[in-house]
């Protein structure tokens, strides 16, 4: 299936997208595509936070009360301020991020991150930077990184987000401008750090990636079947506004 131009819609319709595609390839890694000591797990992060390499998430939840709570007066609305900010779309999305993380199942640790990035990961300079920083503090760390960049290079990224990360480790360059979109799978520990890079277009197939492992080697990444699965469980409307011709 060919890659849809994503400015056709906004933040929140990409990020419903992301979530489906996140768990499509997490289905896939799970059943037959990673080694047996290895499993894929959906987590949601926010800001540069990396899953932490022992814990896992806490599916106890916390204590609620259902009775007297000493005297505390619950309002049932809160009182007129002289402002109220209300969370943007994009902000949402970027708070809601989900990352795909590949953990193994000696200690749980995190070995890999797969990262689709989306608009709003590129709509201010700081979004960039918390983005790229991320991903720099888990190569860093020696967590393999896949990223998958399908938003054209913008004012706040003009070498697109390899570029923003790989500057961090060498000579960065945009990608060609017939083919602004980057796929890029990070090596992590196999001396200094390697990128292995495919560029697209809109219109062109997803590549099949390289997930790197710990010690193993790496395994490919079903891009493109995924987007595909991922794409046919979008709501009609916004399949259609998709794929219908340029005007």
């Not at 060498?170 to 001396?191: C, F, K, N, V």
Request: negative net charge; hydrophobic residues 40%; proline residues 9%.
């Amino acid at each position: 299936m060919p890659i849809h131009d994503w400015a056709r819609v906004g933040a929140g319709t990409f990020h419903d997208f992301h979530n489906a595609w996140i768990t499509h390839l997490k289905e896939r890694f799970n059943t037959g595509l990673l080694p047996r000591n290895y499993y894929a797990q959906s987590e949601q992060h926010v800001g540069l936070a990396i899953p932490d390499i022992l814990t896992l998430n806490d599916d106890n939840p916390s204590p609620t009360s259902n009775g007297d709570d000493g005297g505390v007066a619950v309002l049932k609305a809160p009182p007129k301020m002289s402002r109220k900010l209300v969370a943007t779309e994009a902000g949402v999305a970027r708070q809601r991020r989900r990352t795909l993380a590949i953990r193994h199942v000696s200690n749980h640790r995190v070995v890999a991150l797969v990262e689709i990035a989306s608009p709003a990961n590129k709509d201010r300079a700081q979004s960039v930077a918390d983005f790229a920083d991320k991903a720099i503090s888990a190569i860093d760390r020696g967590i393999h990184v896949l990223l998958v960049d399908l938003i054209p290079p913008g004012r706040h990224d003009p070498q697109g987000l390899h570029g923003a990360i790989w500057s961090y480790f060498g000579d960065a360059e945009a990608p060609p401008a017939d083919q602004p979109l980057t796929i890029a799978s990070y090596d992590a520990i196999r001396g200094l750090p390697e990128a292995h890079l495919e560029y697209r277009t809109v219109g062109e197939a997803l590549p099949e990636m390289p997930l790197f492992l710990e010690g193993e080697g790496c395994v490919p990444t079903p891009l493109d079947a995924t987007y595909q699965a991922a794409f046919r469980g979008m709501p009609a409307y916004y399949r259609d506004l998709l794929t219908k011709p340029s005007a």
